[in-house]
């Protein structure tokens, strides 16, 4: 049976073409993450950066999504073709790094890959809203995750090999190559510019307080994302200087990580459907709290094997319910007003969360042993704090 029959048989007939486009695209950008984005943290310390700089490549993702409401002005009707092309002017940046050698450049590099591609998150989920009914949104998500996670599985380990053996420059030059592919891919997709959405920047600001709900989800999400940011960039630290692991070693590593990622995906698609996005996130934001607390206990590679494993977990299920919970909570005309506000937040408590942990590392009596604590409490509490967000909204009928 060839591979396009496969994919026609995962979802009804009326959104295979979409599906099949973001499948395609989708796996083409696991290639992309396994061979660039997993090791530029790594990479940055190996070329000489120092926790300043390796802090603020690891809060990138989330800071530079102060620009997310910019995406806004991109016209609705070019919202599929805005998307693709941030996709493939920010991964195509990487094919720079064949001039860098020092840690500062790769700092450059990655700011400007995340400021571009921080552009896309308003206008992808308005083209998601547009392509996928709200039945089967959380399942078509779930399964064309599995193809990106699947390429991560067997691309991580060949690319750790390739970064041991043959260098960073041509291991990230390939990635990026399949990194604009990946856009070219999503190209293809047929949508519907009206179903989009016209979006508002003035009405974004205000959601907050019209939106009390969401005001509160948002709440949790500041204090969980601000906790999880003073320990994330001492995660690559740790595994670099305290256990001295190998490229190769942080290859299996996220191996591993792309394995729990991929099923994590399948079960987490189906529990948008029938349990709601909330719920999803509520969990996540738990097992997302343990991360910390293993750095802390560990004494060799083997809890941090398990936070890489819980990594997964918590990948999936913050990604298919963090974006299905603003398509639950925004109206039918409001998708990309929702996703920059939260976009924006993001990148707040991404700037906060880092720079406060670095201040924090360099004080001796607390070191990086005390940030990881205070990382876990914090994220505990703020996961108490979304337990009282309420799933309002209406879930598809049992067994669809």
Known sequence: MHTHDVL???????IRHNFRC???SAVLVGVFTATVVNFVPV???RLGGNAFEVALVV???????????????????????GTALTWILGRGVFLFIVFISTASPVVLLVGVFYVVVSLSPPNYLAVMRAVYPPQLRGRAMGYVRVGM???????TPLAGRMMDTLGYPLTFVCGALFGIASGVAFLRMRVDPAATGRPSFRRSLGIL???????LYSSALMIVGTGYMLAAPLFTIFQVDRLQLSYSQIGLLNFLNSVVWMLSYVLFGRLVDRRGPVWVVQVSLLLQAMLPLCYFLAADIKLVALAFALSGMVIAAGDLGVMNVIMAFAGPDQVPDYAALHGFLAGLRGIAGSLLGAA??????????????LSFVLQLGGWLVALRVHNTYPL?????
Not at 360 to 369: C, D, K, T
């Open 8 to 14: 026609g048989r995962l979802v009804p007939s009326h």
């Open 22 to 24: 973001d499948f395609v």
């Open 43 to 45: 990479l940055t310390r």
């Open 59 to 81: 809060a990138m993702p989330l800071a530079a999504n102060l620009m997310a409401p910019f995406g806004l002005y991109i016209p609705h009707r070019w919202r599929l073709q």
């Open 149 to 155: 996670t699947a390429a991560l599985i067997v691309a």
């Open 209 to 215: 307080k019209r939106d009390g709900n969401f005001a």
């Open 360 to 373: 924090l590392v360099s004080i001796p009596a607390i070191g990086m042993e005390g940030v990881f604590v």
């Open 396 to 400: 598809p009928a049992p067994g669809v």
